[in-house]
C-alpha cells in the first residue's frame, strides 16, 4: 500500500487550502485525515467511508468538507476558513477493507498566519 499526499501550504487566516491523498495497492474501506500540531497528540480531523459517511472533528466542522473518488482511491479535504489553530502537520490514513489494517501517508504541513 502506497499513499501520496499533496496540498498544504502556507495561508493566512480565513483562507483555504485543500490536501488531497491517493492510495494504491488495495480497497480502502476507511480514508481520512489527522492533524498533529507541536506539542499535541495526533487527532482525527475528517474521515469517510466507503459508502460516503462522514465524520469530523467538531474544531472544523462547517469549515472543512471531506471527499473520496473511490474510483481513483483518493480522498480530498477541503479546508475553508482556516485558523491559526489549524496549523500542524496533516496525514492521510487509511483502512483496508477487510483485513481493517491502517495505513499513514507522509504528513503535509498545513500553516496559517494570523
Known amino acids: 500500500v502506497q499513499l501520496q499526499a499533496s496540498g498544504g501550504g502556507l495561508v493566512q487566516a480565513g483562507g483555504s487550502l485543500r490536501l488531497s491523498c491517493t492510495a494504491s495497492?488495495?480497497?480502502?474501506?476507511?480514508m481520512g485525515w489527522y492533524r498533529q500540531a507541536p506539542g499535541k497528540q495526533r487527532e482525527l480531523v475528517a474521515d469517510i467511508d466507503s459508502s460516503g459517511e462522514t465524520n469530523y472533528s467538531d474544531s472544523v466542522k462547517g469549515r472543512f468538507t471531506i471527499s473520496r473518488d473511490n474510483a481513483e482511491n483518493t480522498v480530498s479535504l477541503q479546508m475553508n476558513s482556516l485558523k491559526p489553530e489549524d496549523t500542524a502537520v496533516y496525514y492521510c490514513?487509511?483502512?483496508?477493507?477487510?483485513?481493517?489494517?491502517?495505513?499513514w501517508g507522509q504528513g503535509t504541513q498545513v500553516t496559517v498566519s494570523s
Open positions: 495497492g488495495s480497497i480502502f474501506r476507511v
Open positions: 490514513r487509511v483502512t483496508r477493507i477487510v483485513t481493517e489494517q491502517t495505513y
